[in-house]
């Protein structure tokens, strides 16, 4: 079964908007949730990530905000920008040596 | 620094034929990872190894098999090609809750 469940599927913003993806886990061993952006052709890249003795990490116009009792974690983009259009993936580290993915979100910028 | 480095870039495999998908990093990464991604269902984990001589399997390892004779090196061996294995491959290696680091991917048809 999926060990991540992200929604939504696909997200259409405004530019200048603000962008907002979530993911959900049942596996409280995972210790670690990052984000990759990938472009069309290109593998994904690191984004930001979080560990659960934290509720929210920023870094820059991107936000992760965590819910530890809620098994929830949320993207949030800030002003977003055109070149900000891009799969994004969440993902949670199992202890066993291994990242469990979301589906990913398909996130467009209108200008 | 090159990072994760895999080859072909593109290939076109006929039904039954073999092939190897090349994958090495250079960052003394102990964890590789292979994965797939087809579109709309995000990436699914072929194989991965923890180290050098050590490699399990991840959701879909029907019809590919792996070695690790090296920290550098894991290869992704496709047996008996079938249309289904036409994806987008992506390796990635990791020293653990740092995150991955993907390469450019492999675009495989299989016709």
């Known amino acids: 079964q999926q060990q991540v469940k992200q929604s939504p599927q696909s997200l259409i913003v405004q530019k200048g908007g603000i962008s907002i993806i979530n993911c959900a886990y049942e596996n409280t061993a995972f210790d670690y949730f990052p984000w990759y952006q990938q472009f069309p052709g290109k593998g994904p890249a690191l984004l930001i990530a979080?560990?659960?003795?934290?509720s929210e990490k920023k870094e820059g116009r991107f936000t992760i905000s965590f819910n530890k009792s809620a098994k929830q974690f949320s993207l949030h983009i800030m002003d977003s920008q055109p070149g900000d259009s891009a799969t994004y993936f969440c993902a949670a580290w199992s202890t066993l040596g291994r990242l469990y993915f979301g589906r990913g979100t398909q996130l467009t910028v209108w200008p | 620094n090159a990072g994760v480095t895999q080859t072909p870039k593109f290939h076109i495999l006929k039904i039954g034929q073999s092939m190897t998908l090349q994958c090495t990093q250079d960052?003394?990464?102990?964890?590789m990872y292979w994965y797939r991604q087809d579109p709309g269902m995000g990436l699914k984990l072929i194989y991965y190894s923890v180290g050098a001589g050590i490699t399990d399997k991840g959701e879909v390892p029907n019809g590919y098999n792996v070695s690790r004779s090296t920290t550098e090196d894991f290869p992704l061996r496709l047996e008996l090609a079938a249309p289904s294995q036409t994806s987008v491959y992506f390796c990635?290696?990791?020293?653990?809750?740092?995150?991955?680091?993907f390469g450019s991917g492999t675009r495989l048809t299989v016709v």
């Open positions: 960052m003394n990464h102990n964890y």
């Open positions: 990635a290696s990791s020293r653990g809750t740092a995150g991955y680091t």
């Open positions: 979080i560990r659960p003795d934290v």
